[in-house]
């Protein structure tokens, strides 16, 4: 099985991040099978060093909002859903022992990191996500909150639907320049590519971005939206500095 730390390109030791799988179970409290999901939470988060009761998660609503999160707000969607964080599609913070999480079938999860701060960014980048520019509105928070330097980031993706499977309608043209690709007529997007794109764009070094390229509609291993509708679970990345 392939690694499941975004960041492992990096061999970083001071930071925990991760996604799960569909054998770790829904992590979801609002979608799909929500009955096992603080069990599933518990043990995954548990197997990371990470407490489950502290896991700050948001109502996300494909926006591209990102929130700073700290100490206080430990446990904001932890153990139900009403105490999510409101209107947000992404957490900053340079605090150890915060854990932040995004939840996801087939949106890409985006892990950032800033080894000089320290400081962390996860971001939840589906395609209307994308198109605001979610990733490099993160990039801007740590900027403005930390002092960032983007030359700095280092970056890794979760899994998330692929061009192989994630066919778009023809006016996704107008609204992306790049990512698509013409494939029998029809029209594929590639979100981790284009994310990418933005991320350099802002001054990321494309070294410093690792893209584990797994597709979570050609693979079992993770749950799709698009294959599985209402019925999808969600994956879980979280990121905690030690
Ligand atoms: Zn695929």
């Known amino acids: 099985m392939q690694p499941s730390n ?23 409290l609002c979608f799909g099978d929500t009955r096992d999901a603080l069990e599933n939470r518990g043990k995954f988060l548990t197997s990371l060093g990470i407490d489950y009761r502290n896991l700050i998660t948001a109502k996300q609503v494909h926006g591209k909002n990102v929130k700073y999160v700290g100490q206080e707000n430990k446990g904001n969607g932890a153990l139900d859903y009403e105490s999510s964080v409101m209107d947000t599609d992404g957490f900053i913070t340079d605090q150890p022992g915060v854990p932040l999480a995004v939840l ?7 892990f950032i990191y800033d080894p000089k701060r320290p400081a962390i960014a996860i971001l939840h980048a589906g395609w209307r996500g994308t198109e605001q ?25 979760g899994p998330s639907i692929r061009s192989c499977c994630f066919q778009v309608e023809d006016d996704f043209k ?25 991320l350099i764009d802002c001054g990321v070094r494309a070294g410093n971005i690792f893209d584990p390229a797994l597709c979570t509609f050609s693979d079992d291993d993770f749950f799709s939206f698009r294959k599985e509708a209402k019925d999808a679970g969600r994956l879980i990345s979280v990121m905690m500095l030690k």
């Not at 975004?6 to 979801?28: T, W, Y």
């Not at 996801?104 to 985006?110: G, M, P």
């Not at 900027?143 to 993706?157: A, E, H, I, M, R």
Request: glycine fraction near 8%; aromatic fraction near 8%; include cysteine.
């Open 133 to 157: 520019n979610i990733s490099q509105e993160g990039v801007r928070a740590m900027q403005n909150k930390f002092g960032s330097q983007p030359k700095d980031l280092l970056v890794g993706f």
């Open 104 to 110: 996801t079938a087939d949106c890409l999860s985006v």
């Open 174 to 198: 107008s609204n992306f320049a790049f990512g698509l690709a013409a494939k029998d007529g029809r029209v594929f997007m590639d979100i981790a590519l284009i994310n990418q794109r933005q």
């Open 6 to 28: 975004p960041l492992e390109k990096f061999k970083i030791e001071s930071v925990i991040a991760s996604f799960s799988r569909r054998q770790d179970g829904n992590m979801s």
